[in-house]
């Protein structure tokens, strides 16, 4: 059986391992613009909106493209973990810098939908903002939080996931791939729903809440109560500081950016997605054998309700006729 070492030995390199790129300060300061102050969200989003920029500009400058006060933009820097302006725009100009050697520059082509884009335009926009939510939550990762997750996803005794509107799909495909392995599982959309069956739970189970904002009450409450109950709370989340998180023992987040005509969006959708498949994925290497058995007798299943791929060649042959 494969394992997962809750406490790797760091001073071994894994050397089969690829690199894996950190999380670019905009992506981290975009996850927490709502947690901020209204003077600082404004500084927060001239620095998401135009990184280069600020590399260059003088902190006097900005405060007053801001509309803001310089005291303002040093309180925004530590509120964010930089000790000032200066260690700000330095590490900015030098994820810029390494972007460009690796050839990993991106044409940030925007989200926002404007009444005169082509349609080939919008296209664009959305397969780009998809994208970019993968690759992000994926460079944002909290690799030892996801290894803490997955080690107490495989002790629970039941798994309850609980998400409304958007989140639900997410809720109710992460219970379908627990449940492809064996994992006794359930997804909740429904508010009154979701409280009772957080309110059986036990200290031996899980409760996960899944929602983009963090601020979905219902979600909210159906994690807390579970919480009371001991079991242990999981929110899966794109804001590390929203409120969701004050109930949950551990918090994987995406970064996905949602804009006009996008709230709810693919984006937010496929960012979970892979938060929900990394978990997946690591439950299933870690209890490998029981779930390779598991994968195969649900394949065996269904397989009967499918047109074979002779069948599908004698209906292409029969169209070419």
């Known amino acids: 059986m494969a394992t997962i070492d809750p406490s790797p030995d ?6 089969s ?11 981290r300061i975009r996850a927490l613009i709502p ?5 600082e969200r404004r500084v927060a989003r001239a620095v998401v909106d135009n990184p280069d920029h600020v590399t260059t500009c003088s902190i006097t400058q900005l405060a007053k493209e801001c509309g803001t006060s310089e005291a303002t933009i040093i309180r925004f820097c530590r509120t964010i973990d930089f000790s000032g302006y200066r260690d700000l725009r330095i590490t900015l100009a030098t994820e810029s810098g390494q972007a460009r050697s ?11 939908i404007n009444p005169d884009d082509t349609l080939l335009t919008v296209v ?7 994208a970019r939510a993968v690759e992000e939550t994926g460079a944002q990762l909290d690799i030892e939080e996801l290894r803490r997750v997955i080690l107490a996803l495989s002790g629970a005794r039941r798994i309850d996931i609980y998400g409304v509107g958007a989140s639900a799909f997410v809720a109710a495909d992460f219970q379908q791939k627990l449940h492809r392995i ?4 359930f997804a909740w959309s429904d508010s009154h729903t979701m409280r009772t069956s957080a309110a059986v739970l036990e200290d031996t189970d899980m409760a996960i809440g899944v929602s983009h904002s963090g601020a979905t009450t ?3 409450a159906a994690l807390a109560q579970a919480r009371a109950r001991g079991a242990t709370t999981v929110a899966i989340t794109n ?9 949950a023992d551990h918090c994987l987040t995406t970064a996905a950016r949602e804009t006009t005509f996008r709230s709810g969006a693919t984006a937010s959708r496929l960012a979970q997605l892979t938060v929900v498949d990394c978990v997946f994925v690591g439950l299933a290497q870690l209890r490998y054998s029981d779930s390779r058995a598991a994968l195969e007798s649900t394949f065996e299943a269904v397989k009967g309700l499918r047109i074979d791929r002779g069948e599908q060649q004698r209906r292409a042959r029969s169209r070419d006729d």
């Open 10 to 15: 760091d001073t071994t390199p894994d050397t």
């Open 182 to 185: 064996g994992v006794t599982s």
């Open 102 to 112: 690796a050839g990993q520059e991106h044409r940030d082509i925007g989200g926002d």
């Open 124 to 130: 664009e926009k959305i397969a780009y903002t998809d």
């Open 218 to 220: 219902d979600t909210i």
């Open 17 to 27: 391992a690829p690199t894996r790129a950190a999380p670019s300060t905009v992506v």
């Open 35 to 39: 947690s901020l102050a209204p003077a």
């Open 239 to 247: 804001f590390p500081r929203s409120a969701i998180t004050e109930t």
